[in-house]
Structure formats: C-alpha cells, structure tokens
C-alpha cells in the first residue's frame, strides 16, 4: 500500500495493524463476490461483524466498566480507514452509538442497552431524518405524545444506515405537551409494536438504507435518552461522532482508490510507454496523494482533540469536508486513468466512484460543514458570519 504512514501512538498502531489484517485476510478475498452482486448476504454480513467484534475491532470504545478498554475516536478512525480500503468494508456498519449511550444512558437503560451493545449482542441504528426533515432537524414532525403512563411514537423515518440486525432504534421525535417540548431520542426495540420497516432502498445502487414508520408506538418514560428537549444535544454529539468515521471512511477508499490507480498507469501502455511515464498523469496522482495525506492528518487531529475532550466541532467539519471532497477527487482521476475499464460495472474503479458520492451528502452535507467553518474563524477573528 501506497500511503504514508501516520504518526500515531504505539497502542494505536497496533490495533490499526490489526485492523488492517483483518480487511487483508476476509475483506478483500470477498470483494469479486460482493461486487458482482453489488452486495454480500446478510448472512456474510452478520458472520464478518461478528468477526470483528471476536477481533476487537468493532466497539473498540467498551468502557472499563463494562469489562473493555475505552482507546476511543483516533483508534475508530484508524479501524474505519484501514477497513473502507476494502469495498466489502464500505458495506459493514461497525457500532457508532455505544459512546453517545454510555454518555446519556440512565442506570436501568445502561443494564438493558449499552451492556449488551458493549459486548457485541445488540447493534443499534439511527433515525433522525425524515422525507422533509434533513440537515434542518427543527422541521422533524415525528412526535412523542405523553400519554399518562407512556408516550406514543408516530412519524416517518427515512435513510436509516445499519438496520439489519439491529435490535434497538434511535428514534428523534417531537415532544409537544405541556412543560415538555423540543426534541426527544428514544430507545425504540425493533420487537416494539407500532415499528415496522416501510421501505428497504439503496443509494446509488451501494449504501443499504431502511425507511422507517411508526405509528403508536407504545414506550414508557424509561426509555427516554437523556431529557425532554435535549434532543438537539444528542444529535449533534450523535453527527460529530458519526462525521469523524464518515472521514476515516472516505480516506480508506481514497486510499483504494489510489493505490488502484497507481497499479492502472504502471500497468497499462500507450504511445509507446506505461501511462505512469506521463507528467500529466504524474502530475495527478502527485496532486491527489497530497490531498489524500492532508485528509489522513486532518482526521488525526481532530479525532486527537474529541478524544482529549476539547470542543472541535469545526476541526471536524474541516476534516470531514476535506476527506469526503479528496475522496470524490481521487475516485475521479482512478476512473479516469483506467479508460473505459473504470466505467464497467462491478469493477472497483466504479463501485467506488459511485460510494464516493455519499460521503458529501450523509450525516451533514458539506455546504453546512462550510457554514460551521465560516462561523468558527469569524469568531475567533471577532467577526461574525450572520
Ligand atoms: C449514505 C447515507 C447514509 C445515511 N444514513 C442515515 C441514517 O443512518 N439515519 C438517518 O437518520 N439519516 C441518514 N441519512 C440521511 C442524511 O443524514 C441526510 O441526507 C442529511 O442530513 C441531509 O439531509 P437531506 O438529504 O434531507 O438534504 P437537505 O437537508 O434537503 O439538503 C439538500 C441539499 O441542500 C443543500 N443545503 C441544505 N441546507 C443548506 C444550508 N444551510 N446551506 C447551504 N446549502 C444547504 C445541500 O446541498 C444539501 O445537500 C443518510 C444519508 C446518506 C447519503
């Protein structure tokens, strides 16, 4: 593999290497399977998250209290990028909520919840967004009525990544009634009546996603995570977490995406040489591998800073809005250099040319990662950008 490598803690390193073990020995032996059905069974699929979680590998934040180590963001990106070299690896959710729960859960949620979600039983998804309700989260109509004992969950949930087998939803709902208002997340059990899958799509032809609907369905107050209308708060800690892995993934498929390239111009000849000999073509990937390095270092950092507990909403936004953006760059200028061949559908020039495409719209797009920016060096030169 081409790409340079970071400077990282020795503890660090040795779960990214065996991270990278992991994609060598059962990612990438699968990928002509996957990408000739565009897919793997959900059999295979629950088979290699078991695996992972055997290996360490998913979860890798248990708390000590639950019996694990809690290394934290840095080793999840590390983990993230080392697996998204592997197109198989694009399809595999590994846990992104166990943080967020451990911060939030109540005593009886973390007994019920976060436990066996720690020790690789439960996996859990999250519905925040709705067919008019996006990047915008005040539209959310879901609402959470309290109704005495319980509160009665009704909406439409859309694009939900990691449902299948998933056996707890995070539910973003509105609560209206009385001194109750804002936004609520709710632990919704995928057995709870009133829950059922209302659509199963996928997003250029590549990322499995599940429309949502519930329609009275039936929770106590228990099972409410945090507070009424601490919503919002949970979200955005849920989409910080969620951006810093989206980037970590993005620079795993840059990475392939190089390396595939790389091979391409070596390999192939015309006018009387391999394409490598080109200076455009050097010129390209000499571009591409700059950004690509600069991506992986962003990501470090900002990782660095979450896990260190210091605000870095921006330093993720920047990190994220530069990896989503390398990685559409790269898949670009692979398809590119192979010709023709990186258009044929189910090669890996294509599938990632498409995949590449997400990372700019899912979770946050990047037009509201500029804004946040914008916001965050206005402020810090005593300007506004209101
Ligand atoms: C691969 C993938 C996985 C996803 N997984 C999940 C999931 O697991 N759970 C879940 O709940 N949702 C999920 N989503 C949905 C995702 O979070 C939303 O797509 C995202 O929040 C953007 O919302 P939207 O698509 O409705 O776009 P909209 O909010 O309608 O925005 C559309 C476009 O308008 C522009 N825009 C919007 N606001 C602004 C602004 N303020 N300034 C400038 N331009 C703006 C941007 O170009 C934006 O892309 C997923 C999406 C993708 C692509």
Redesign the pocket.
Known sequence: MTSVELQIPESDKALQEKARQFMTRHLLPLESQFLAGASLPDDSVKTLRAMLAAAGLDRPQIPGSLGGRCPGFLSQCLVQDELSYSVVGTELCLEENLQLLRQHATVAQEERFVRPMAHGKLHS?????EPD????IQSIRATAVHCGSYYSLSGY??????LSGAGVVLVVARTDTGDEQGLTVWLVDRNDPGLRVAADRR?LSV?R?FDLALSDCRLPPERMLGGPGQGPAIVASRLRSAEIFSAARCNGMARRCLDLALQQVQRRCAFGGPLSQLQIVQHQLAERATELHAARLLVVAAASHLDSGQQADAQVAVAKTHAAETARRVADTTVQLHGAQGCVVGTAPEFLYRSSR?G?????????HR?QIAEAILDRLGGSAG
Do not use: H, Q, W
């Not at 998804?125 to 967004?129: E, K, M, R, V």
């Open positions: 998804c999250f519905a925040l967004t309700a996006g990047s915008d949930k859309a694009y939900v990544r990691g997003l990322e996603v997400l700019l719209i899912a979770n946050v797009p990047t037009e509201l804004v």
